[in-house]
Nanobody, 122 residues
Framework: QVQLVESGGGLVQAGGSLRLSCAAS????????MGWFRQAPGKEREFVAA????????YYADSVKGRFTISRDNAKNTVYLQMNSLKPEDTAVYYC???????????????WGQGTQVTVSS
């Protein structure tokens, strides 16, 4: 089993920055990567970014490339999402996920955190 706890959300003005953290406890054999997803009101949950634990391969949605950076600290079992140049359309609940990364991209699993709210004001 994996438990994921997000933190770092909040309210920020457009153009500002936030850093989200996701602390993981437990790492099943089936999990080799961590990802971030987000869900805005009335919309489906969408992929944001992911990173593998071992090789540091990263994956990004086109909408956040160049603005968001995902990183990991293996010693702390923690993944971070640095979000810069935030836009009002980035407003959503951000969820951490434990899954698998490969040359085909990131595949999510049923391991989800509780979510953290990010609100970007214009």
């Amino acid at each position: 089993q994996v438990q994921l706890v997000e933190s770092g959300g909040g309210l920020v003005q457009a153009g500002g920055s936030l850093r989200l953290s996701c602390a993981a406890s437990g790492r099943p054999f089936s999990v080799n990567a961590m990802g971030w997803f987000r869900q805005a009101p009335g919309k489906e949950r969408e992929f944001v970014a992911a990173i593998t634990w071992s090789g540091g391969s990263t994956y990004y949605a086109d909408s956040v490339k160049g603005r968001f950076t995902i990183s990991r600290d293996n010693a702390k079992n923690t993944v971070y999402l640095q979000m810069n140049s935030l836009k009002p359309e980035d407003t959503a609940v951000y969820y951490c996920n434990a899954g698998r990364g490969s040359s085909y991209g990131y595949t999510s699993s049923n391991y989800w955190g509780q979510g953290t709210q990010v609100t970007v004001s214009s």
